[in-house]
């Protein structure tokens, strides 16, 4: 039986129009775009295309702040360098929230070091941040705050609204990890006021091994990597050219279905009900992270309590009928740990380790369910549910 991927949120297949836009230069001599000859100059340009793509899917950005990298974490972790690197004492201040991503996690605790400090800013019941607790935050004036804009589990999109302004104030830098938002949720940078926004292309159709940061002309900038002038010297290294060209092509995608209300509702219709059938044969189950979401999205806690069980059961069930779906971020899918996002949001361990993550793509690209697999899913779910709670005495 033909596997079905309710796993998008993990990686996403590149689409075709990307593929056929990657495929020349896979295979095309002399395409350094640092060479000064046609093949080069030829090169450049194309990648000139994609940079101007990119920008335009995160706003009125310019082309000259996007950075090319090979990920979202290597960007988020680029951001975080470049911050801490603006502390004389080598002491920093950093903050992010409790549900961020653990590349945000972990660039922040490096940077830290053992002599600075990562200040968590609190969410509610919901993923939503404590805005007094983000306040205070920020009037201590971190090097950095980090947000997550569309959470990686639940899809709990964050109300940004004048968080860059008060960072500004405060002359603090602001990082926004948006990997999760192309095609999701409208990205603003300006509206949003940040200095640096994270983006990866596998999330939204584009190739795997590419991702980009945006940085805000006069913010400053710590190079990861040091060697040749590419990226305007903020990341060294030959460009790479195939996958930069498939990411201007699904940039492009990503920014139609992002701003088209009839893709997103019919994106959300397909996961309300898909949601709406696990949730009505599976007594005890709840949504997590309802009350502001991006459409693709649904998190869902099992009453496993007292089963000795979590989400991994489930998982087994699930990925033995070909359902691929996850129990949190695929980064900690192979940690037999709680969900540190679900227990930023109030839930006690056992709940939080017997969630499922199920994340949809939209219509017309690779990873697109139909009703039929919508249907095929839940009752997947229902079925192993059921077949774990019938071994409870």
């Given at each position: ?274 949601e709406a059938a696990i949730l009505a044969g599976c007594p005890g189950a709840r949504v997590h992270g309802a009350a502001r979401r991006a459409a693709n999205v649904t998190n869902i806690g099992f009453d496993l309590a007292g089963t000795g069980l979590d989400a991994t ?30 227990v930023a949001m109030g839930l006690d361990e056992a709940s939080a380790s017997s969630a499922l993550r199920l994340s949809l793509a939209h219509a017309g690209t690779p990873d697109a369910a139909t009703d039929e697999d919508v249907d095929r899913c839940a009752t997947a779910v229902v079925e192993a ?9």
């Amino acid at each position: 039986m033909q596997p079905l991927h309710f796993d998008c949120n993990a990686t996403t297949a590149a689409s075709d129009e990307v593929v056929e836009a990657m495929l020349p230069w896979l295979g095309r001599p002399g395409a350094n775009p640092s060479a000064t000859h046609p093949a080069g100059k030829e090169a450049a340009r194309a990648v000139r295309r994609a940079r101007e793509s990119v920008a335009a899917l995160i706003g009125t950005a310019k082309p000259s702040t996007i950075v090319f990298t090979s990920c979202g974490s290597e960007s988020t972790a680029m951001a975080f360098r470049s911050a801490a690197a603006q502390c004389r004492d080598g002491a920093p201040v950093l903050a992010h929230s409790t549900v961020e991503h653990s590349a945000t996690r972990k660039a922040a605790l490096r940077e830290a070091g053992g002599d600075g400090e990562v200040v968590a800013i609190p969410v509610d019941a919901d993923g939503q941040l404590d805005r007094d607790a983000l306040t205070a935050a920020i009037e201590r004036r971190p090097a950095l705050v980090s947000l997550i804009l569309v959470n990686n589990e639940t899809g709990a999109i964050a109300d940004l609204d004048g968080v860059g302004h008060a960072c500004r104030e405060a002359g603090t830098l602001l990082h926004v990890d948006a990997v999760q938002g192309p095609g999701k949720a409208p990205i603003d940078v300006e509206a949003i006021g940040c200095d640096y926004l994270s983006l990866s292309g596998h999330k939204f159709h584009g190739p795997r091994g590419i991702g980009v940061l945006y940085v805000r002309e006069g913010a400053p900038v710590t190079p990861l990597m040091v060697g040749g002038p590419q990226e305007e010297e903020r990341r060294a290294g030959t460009e790479n050219v195939p996958a930069i060209v498939g990411l201007g092509v699904a940039a492009d995608r990503a920014r139609e279905l992002g701003t088209s209300p009839t893709a997103q509702a019919e994106l959300a219709a397909r996961r309300d009900r898909l949601e709406a059938a696990i949730l009505a044969g599976c007594p005890g189950a709840r949504v997590h992270g309802a009350a502001r979401r991006a459409a693709n999205v649904t998190n869902i806690g099992f009453d496993l309590a007292g089963t000795g069980l979590d989400a991994t059961a489930l998982l087994g069930l699930l990925h033995g009928q070909g359902i691929e779906v996850s129990a949190g971020s695929a980064c900690n899918s192979t940690r037999m740990a709680p969900s540190p996002v679900l227990v930023a949001m109030g839930l006690d361990e056992a709940s939080a380790s017997s969630a499922l993550r199920l994340s949809l793509a939209h219509a017309g690209t690779p990873d697109a369910a139909t009703d039929e697999d919508v249907d095929r899913c839940a009752t997947a779910v229902v079925e192993a549910y059921g077949t774990l709670s019938s071994l409870v005495p």
